[in-house]
């Protein structure tokens, strides 16, 4: 496998499903989906009410030593925050990378539900994330889904493609 998705905690089927299609088409690599890991409450900070998206990834690049070359990609229904930031969508390192579903949820905002654009998202801050682990750094074009999402307008604008200078790097990198 190239890339492995991992719920963390519960998650639903579908959207790993959904997740796990949608990348196989825009990396064009093989997406598998890993037994779950059980709910992160050792990441759980309760004077913030959130969930330190490293301790997350430190689970993740663990289990990582039973498949060295696949890249993992865990999926949270928590609120993750890495300080000094009040939240963060996801976390990447070299090795995995995790994002969370909470506030790429229109409900999360008070709006309603709308489950279209939350699989955009979900994909968007995927490919964003899995992008880190490929050495890919942020980019300056806020069409390429590299730029940095300071906000879920910056999400919704850039979408889930690589601009043609992060689409040569990443074909060098992998």
Known sequence: MDIILVPVGEIDSAILINLKNDLAKVLKKEIAIDKPLPEPEYAFNKERNQYLSTAILEELISRKKTLPRAKFLGLVDHDLYVPPLNFVFGEAGRQAAVISLTRLRQEFYGLPADENLFLKRVLTEAVHEIGHTYGLSHCSNFHCVMFFSNTLA???????????????????NY
Request: net charge positive; proline share 5%.
């Open 154 to 172: 910056d999400t919704d604008r850039k979408g889930f493609n690589f601009c043609p200078l992060c689409e040569r790097k990443l074909n060098q």
